[in-house]
C-alpha cells in the first residue's frame, strides 16, 4: 500500500511521522505534492524520506489511498486537476473542513462512476501518535476501505 497527499503543510507531515513513527508505511511508500518546494513543512517531510514532487498527478499515480490535504476553498480545483487519474483502486480521503463527501463524489463522478471518498477530522497531536479521528465514509467506499484508513489513523491516535 502506498499513501499520497495533495498538500504538504502540517497535516500532511504531521500524518507522515506519525505513520512511519508507527510503523505502519515506511517513508518510502509516501508522496506529498505542493507547488512550493520551499515550505518548511516540505524540507521536514523531504528529511524522514518521503517522496515529493510539485505534480499532484504524479501523487495520484503512485499512491492507493489518497489524502486531499488542504484548504477548503482549493478542494473543487484539485478534484478538476486529478479527478481523470483517479482508479478503482484509489481510496480519496479528505481532510478539508465543511467539504462533504457528496460534493466531492459529484466531482469525481464526471470522472469515475463509483469513487470511494471518505472524509476524516484529525488533529495535529497524529504527529506524535496521540491524536483522535472521526471518518465517514462514501456512498461508494467499501466496508474493508473504511477500515484501512481506521488502520492507518489508528496507528496515530485514536
Not at 480545483?77 to 483502486?89: M, P, Q, V
Amino acid at each position: 500500500m502506498s499513501v499520497g497527499f495533495i498538500g504538504a503543510g502540517q497535516l500532511a507531515f504531521a500524518l507522515a511521522k506519525g505513520f512511519t513513527a508507527a510503523g505502519v508505511l515506511a517513508a518510502h511508500k509516501i508522496m506529498a505534492s505542493s507547488p512550493d518546494m520551499d515550505q518548511a513543512t516540505v524540507s521536514a517531510l523531504r528529511k524522514i524520506g518521503v517522496n515529493l514532487t510539485p505534480h499532484n498527478k504524479e501523487t495520484v499515480r503512485h499512491s492507493d489511498v489518497l489524502f486531499l490535504a488542504v484548504k477548503p476553498h482549493i478542494i473543487p480545483f484539485i478534484l478538476d486537476e486529478i479527478g481523470a487519474n483517479i482508479e478503482d483502486r484509489h481510496i480519496v480521503v479528505s481532510c478539508a473542513a465543511g467539504v462533504t463527501i457528496n460534493s466531492i463524489e459529484k466531482k469525481l463522478t464526471a470522472f469515475q462512476p463509483a469513487p470511494k471518498v471518505i472524509r476524516c477530522m484529525t488533529n495535529t497531536p497524529v504527529v506524535v501518535r496521540e491524536g483522535v479521528t472521526v471518518y465517514a465514509t462514501g456512498t461508494h467506499a467499501q466496508v474493508e476501505d473504511g477500515r484501512l484508513v481506521e488502520q492507518l489513523m489508528g496507528s496515530v491516535g485514536f
